[in-house]
């Protein structure tokens, strides 16, 4: 069973406009909220995180919102630059316990100019 | 960039043939994490580490072993290697389980005929 989910496998942004990436996730006790990007034959780079004693974390362009009640988060991305296309990966982690960080399958995000 | 060293980068074996993959890390991490990545699957863990001759599976341990004889090498072994098993595989590191990013590795692409 897929604990943290990423609906969307690919996004499409114009340069210069928001681009908003979903996640979902079924395990009320993830308490630490990680996203990751990755470029084609690189490994997976860490952005940003969020805690949920915070529903706001932001970071440069990069802002990531997390709604608890609703097991849900979203990274945006304003302005989009073209070197923003890559697949983002939303993971999640306990605060307690022994789990490492559980991954959802990835958005791809395309910025085109 | 946290000192994580992959070996080989890619290789291609036999159906049968056991293969060991290598992580090799600079950063005194207590905690050492292999994942791979499908398409459609994201990323998934292996086997991770959390000292020396510490191990524990993860949701796709079958048909992989591992070790860890020294703080800064984890290996992945792939008993009799499997067409199922053709995948990149990412060996990732983190100083502690929980409540942090995990730093990745460049990947490691295996394709087995």
């Known amino acids: 069973d897929q604990q943290v989910k990423q609906n969307s496998p690919s996004l499409s942004v114009q340069e210069g406009r928001i681009s908003i990436l979903n996640c979902d996730y079924t395990?009320?006790?993830?308490?630490?909220f990680l996203w990751y990007k990755k470029y084609p034959a690189e490994g997976p780079t860490f952005l940003i995180s969020?805690?949920?004693?915070?529903d706001k974390n932001e970071d440069g362009r990069f802002t990531v919102f997390l709604n608890k009640s609703a097991k849900h988060l979203s990274l945006h991305i304003v302005p989009s630059q073209p070197g923003d296309s890559a697949v983002y990966f939303c993971a999640a982690n306990l605060l307690s316990g022994n789990t490492p960080l559980v991954f959802g399958k990835g958005t791809r995000l395309s910025v085109i100019a | 960039d946290a000192g994580i060293t992959q070996s080989p980068r890619h290789k291609v074996t036999e159906t049968g043939t056991p293969v060991t993959l290598r992580c090799h890390q600079t950063?005194?991490?207590?905690?050492m994490y292999w994942y791979r990545q499908d398409p459609g699957h994201g990323l998934r863990l292996i086997h991770y580490s959390y000292g020396v001759k510490d191990t524990d599976k993860g949701e796709v341990s079958d048909g992989y072993s591992v070790s860890r004889s020294k703080t800064e090498d984890f290996l992945l072994t792939l008993e009799s290697a499997t067409s199922s098993q053709t995948s990149v595989y990412f060996c990732?590191?983190?100083?502690?389980?929980?409540?942090?990013?995990?730093?990745f590795g460049q990947g490691t692409r295996l394709t087995v005929v």
């Open positions: 395990n009320s006790m993830f308490d630490y």
């Open positions: 969020i805690s949920s004693i915070k």
């Open positions: 950063e005194n991490h207590r905690y």
């Open positions: 990732a590191i983190s100083e502690f389980l929980r409540g942090t990013e995990a730093f």
